[in-house]
């Protein structure tokens, strides 16, 4: 009998800041290459706990750095949120909450890893018009699942990724944490 994938220990940093011109609150969210056990998806930037990282904090800001060229000096690190797992790859994902003090002009990106950065508002997410179920599949799954999603334009959050958002958007709206 197979037993369930070993836990595997990741951090995510879940980026905001405030647009200077309009005032809203925006999130940085990235899609990955089409390569590895969750490519073409949408999430957050961070991936797995190296040996060299004394925390799982330290795992998210390396990853980011490596992954949107952004730098930790540029991150304020606002609150550790609750975490969650992905179902059947068996990663432990611990979210960070982070303010950009500034956004790029132009990211960094890790071409092997990161195809592209998506910069949605945060009040366009929490949109109920935007909530649906679809089907996607994934490589280890013996057929595709109905799942709850985020539709944004053409891109799907779902799995992870909207289990981190779910309950932080209203969070966010209520101005929770100073961004």
């Known amino acids: 009998m197979r037993g369930a994938p070993a836990r595997r220990e990741a951090a995510v940093l879940v980026p905001v800041y405030r647009d200077t011109r ?7 969210l990235v899609r990955r290459g089409p390569h590895g056990r969750h490519g073409g998806q949408v999430a957050f930037p ?4 190296d040996e060299g990282d004394e925390s799982l904090l330290a795992t998210a800001l390396r990853e980011t750095e490596e992954e949107l060229g952004l730098h930790r ?10 975490a969650t797992r992905t179902r ?18 132009e990211w960094r990106l890790q071409p092997s890893e990161i195809a592209s950065v998506l ?3 945060v009040g366009d997410l929490a949109r109920a018009e ?6 996607p599949g994934m490589p280890l799954w013996a057929r595709p699942l109905r799942t709850p999603v985020l539709r944004i334009g053409e891109d799907v959050i ?6 981190i958002l779910t309950p932080l958007l209203p969070r ?8």
């Open 88 to 105: 059947f790859t068996g990663f432990h994902v611990a979210p960070f909450l982070g303010r950009l003090h500034d956004v790029p002009a």
């Open 119 to 121: 910069d949605a508002g």
């Open 158 to 163: 779902w799995g992870a990724t909207l289990r």
């Open 130 to 135: 935007i909530r649906s179920e679809a089907m």
């Open 46 to 49: 961070g991936g797995v706990r």
């Open 73 to 82: 000096a540029h991150i304020e690190v606002l609150a550790e949120l609750p």
């Open 172 to 179: 966010l709206a209520a101005g929770e944490w100073p961004v």
């Open 22 to 28: 309009t005032g809203a609150l925006r999130m940085i």
